[in-house]
C-alpha cells in the first residue's frame, strides 16, 4: 500500500504535518511513502501547469491511502491546501484514493471540521472516505492518546477484505 501525506499549512514544516505523519504511521505501521507539504509548492498552485504542482497531484493520485491534513483556518481548511485540491480532476482525480481527512485546531470548537468541511471536497474530487475525520488539538496531539484511540476504532476498515469463497 502507497501512503502519501499531505499537509496544506502555511508553514513548511508544521506540526500538522508531524500530526499526519503520525496518524499515517499509526495507521499503516511505516512512515509514509511520500510527504507533500503544499507550502514548499510555492507559486505554482497558483496557475496551471506548473511541474512541481503536477509531480505532487500525480503522487497523491497514484496513492491507495492519503492522509490530507489542514490546521483549522477561520472555521475551515487552509486556502493553500485548497489551491493544490483544485488541481485535481472533479469526480475522478481522486478515483481509487482512500483519503484520511486530518485538522488541527485550538480548541474542541471546530471538531466537525474535519467531517463537515474536508471530507466532502475529497469525495467530490473522486476519493472514498470510510474513515471519519480526525480533530487533534494543536498543543495536546503529542501527549493526549487521540491518534492511538484513533486508530485502535478505526484501522481495520482500511484493512483489504479477504474473502472466504
Not at 7 to 16: E, F, H, I, L, V
Not at 90 to 109: E, K, N
Not at 111 to 121: F, G, H, I, Q, R
Not at 135 to 145: A, F, P, Q
Amino acid at each position: 500500500m502507497t501512503t502519501t501525506v499531505v499537509a496544506g499549512n502555511p508553514k513548511p514544516g508544521s506540526r500538522t504535518l508531524d500530526a499526519a505523519n503520525r496518524l499515517a504511521e499509526a495507521l499503516t505501521g511505516s512512515a509514509p511513502d511520500h510527504v507533500v507539504d503544499v507550502i514548499e509548492l510555492g507559486p505554482g498552485l497558483l496557475g496551471w501547469g506548473d511541474e512541481k504542482v503536477k509531480a505532487a497531484v500525480e503522487t497523491v493520485a497514484s496513492s491507495d491511502l492519503v492522509i490530507v491534513a489542514s490546521p483549522t483556518f477561520k472555521s475551515t481548511y487552509t486556502g493553500v491546501l485548497k489551491l493544490l485540491l483544485d488541481q485535481f480532476a472533479t469526480g475522478d482525480g481522486l478515483r481509487g484514493v482512500t483519503a484520511v481527512p486530518l485538522m488541527l485546531g485550538a480548541g474542541p470548537a471546530h471538531a466537525m471540521a474535519p467531517d463537515l468541511l474536508l471530507k466532502p471536497v475529497l469525495v467530490e474530487l473522486g476519493a472514498v472516505c470510510p474513515l471519519p475525520g480526525l480533530y487533534l488539538i494543536d498543543s495536546t496531539y503529542t501527549t493526549d492518546t487521540r491518534i492511538a484511540d484513533y486508530t485502535d476504532r478505526w484501522a481495520s476498515a482500511l484493512q483489504p477484505k479477504v474473502s472466504d469463497a
